[in-house]
């Protein structure tokens, strides 16, 4: 715990938590200035009015940085590239946009000379971990607040943040009644809590913000065209794009027709489990499209190691440890496993799903010549006959002492 502190800049997104943290600050740290950074990441309208709301909370300043270019060019695309994806089916929409926010945290209290950095995230989660490891790695002389692991910080329910709020006099748009917990970004949304706390509960079509439910998709399929130059998506429909109005354009059209929609039960890194819903309609899009380019351009050992390399990628993401030498290199690794991956992918959208319709590249590696079933001339069937006996050696020779024991 942290007891003395003269300037914190705290990751303030308006919602409940932050909003109450920022009075609780100044009541605990009594004298100390605290300053709400808010990072515009894709939220919508959530930030509308934020600075104000800010200010009427405690805050002694508010900064709002548009990060939105550079967390779709710099975070979501390398992670892209790199294939990650975490336990089968998380995009990992949340946990990559924490380092970021954390990043130019740190870069504003190096600005402004504070001695202290703070966030909302509780002490069951991942964020805290994502928060934080990103402070140390970046700022390791600022002291680190963390209310939610400071015995003092009894705001442990809505109800109680709720009450606080009303008697500080902090704007509160929340009620009892608003239950699902929620975090939105460029990448996506999630929605935890309530309902989906028991995941014997299916998702109730009400809970979706950022696509329609697959029942209500229309009855016609819908085909997107996405352009990639060496791994790295650069324009939708034929039109380039720069790389966040690439992700916007593609949720809506995504969106529209269910696609991204993910129920899971995932392991957190602080050992428990725990069931969202996700819906990442554009990202989808994307993870498609480049797997389906990578099967054409990519040679089949380094394809097959790049799978492994992406298992490691999205556990350094998911862990929080965007900023950690193992990242960097596995990044030096992936842009130069990529460098081919060139080409164009026609997605065909159609309830909920987003299956690949066509793919084109002059790097292919594809030859009709040496795939097709008719025997030509660049492929002699005969050379299999010595490749299959020294291959399968090891086989036959254990079968051999089978028959002896």
């Not at 069937?381 to 089978?402: C, S, T």
Request: include cysteine; charged fraction near 25%.
């Amino acid at each position: 715990m942290v007891e003395t502190a003269k300037k914190i800049v705290l990751a303030y997104s308006g919602g409940l938590d932050t909003s109450v943290i920022l009075p609780w600050l100044k009541d605990n740290y009594p004298g100390c200035e605290v300053i709400a950074f808010a990072a515009e990441l894709g939220q919508g309208d959530e930030l509308d009015g934020i600075k104000k709301k800010a200010l009427a909370s405690g805050a002694d300043k508010c900064i709002v940085a548009d990060l939105r270019e550079e967390f779709a060019r710099d975070y979501c695309f390398p992670m892209l590239r790199a294939g990650a994806v975490y336990e089968h089916n998380y995009l990992l929409g949340t946990s990559i946009a924490r380092p970021l926010i954390a990043k130019h945290q740190v870069r504003v209290a190096h600005e402004l000379g504070a001695d202290a950095v703070a966030h909302g995230a509780t002490g069951k989660g991942n964020d805290q971990v994502r928060f934080e490891l990103t402070y140390m790695a970046l700022g390791p002389e600022l002291h680190i607040i963390a209310p939610w692991k400071d015995d003092r910080f009894e705001l442990r329910s809505r109800e109680a943040a709720i009450k606080y709020a009303r008697e500080k006099g902090v704007p509160i748009s929340q009620t009892v009644k608003k239950i699902y917990s929620r975090d939105r970004n460029l990448w996506h949304i999630s929605h935890e809590g309530a309902d989906l706390e028991n995941p014997a509960n299916e998702p109730l079509d009400n809970l979706w913000v950022m696509s329609v439910p697959v029942s209500k998709a229309p009855g016609k399929a819908e085909f997107v065209t996405v352009g990639f130059e060496a791994g790295t998506p650069v324009s939708v429909n034929g039109r380039k794009l720069a790389a966040h109005k690439i992700i916007e354009t593609l949720n809506t059209i995504a969106g529209r027709h269910g696609v991204g929609q993910v129920d899971l039960v995932e392991n957190r890194l602080v050992g428990m489990k725990s069931r969202g819903a996700y819906e990442t309609p554009g990202g989808t899009v994307l993870l498609t499209a480049i797997r389906a380019l990578e099967s054409l351009c990519m040679e089949r050992d380094l394809a097959h190691y790049k799978q492994q390399i992406a298992l490691k990628y999205a556990d350094l993401v998911y862990y929080g440890q965007w900023f950690h030498p193992l990242r960097e290199a596995l990044d030096a690794f992936v842009t130069t496993a990529t460098r081919h991956v060139t080409g164009t992918v026609k997605i065909r959208l159609f309830k909920g799903r987003a299956t690949v319709a066509s793919v084109t590249s002059a790097g292919s590696l594809y030859r009709p010549d040496l795939a097709s079933f008719t025997m030509g001339t660049e492929y002699d069937g005969k050379d299999a006959i010595g490749f299959i006996k020294l291959f399968g050696l090891p086989m036959k020779v254990n079968a051999m002492r089978q028959r002896q024991d």
